[in-house]
Nanobody
Framework: QVQLVESGGGLVQAGGSLRLSCAAS????????MGWYRQYPGKQRELVAG???????NYADSVKGRFTISRDNAKNTVYLQMNSLKPEDTAVYYC??????????????WGQGTLVTVSS
């Protein structure tokens, strides 16, 4: 059973920084693309940043230059460093990972979500 466990959300003032972490645990075999999404109330989840197993990254235009995604393959963990935070970054952030296990094959997994609140 694969689980993604997130941490690092919270309340921060505009201009501040937060670092989100997401660790995969369980019967992991191989992890492919990992990413962070966010969801505003009443809206669909949107991609914030993604990173391939080869460390190729991509970002939403709204966060380029402010957010940095990285991963530690030895720890099965993906990070999102968020700097220069703005009130419009306030959302629930979810991590996502493509994980292959011998039992289940290739599947998409989601974390439980962590709330980031940026005050003005």
């Amino acid at each position: 059973q694969v689980q993604l466990v997130e941490s690092g959300g919270g309340l921060v003032q505009a201009g501040g920084s937060l670092r989100l972490s997401c660790a995969a645990s369980g019967s992991t075999f191989r992890i492919g693309v990992m990413g962070w999404y966010r969801q505003y109330p009443g809206k669909q989840r949107e991609l914030v940043a993604g990173i391939s197993s080869g460390d190729r990254t991509n970002y939403a235009d709204s966060v380029k230059g402010r957010f940095t995604i990285s991963r530690d393959n030895a720890k099965n963990t993906v990070y999102l460093q968020m700097n220069s935070l703005k009130p419009e970054d306030t959302a629930v952030y979810y991590c996502n990972a493509e994980i292959f296990t011998v039992v289940s094959g290739l599947n998409d997994y989601w974390g439980q979500g962590t709330l980031v609140t940026v005050s003005s």
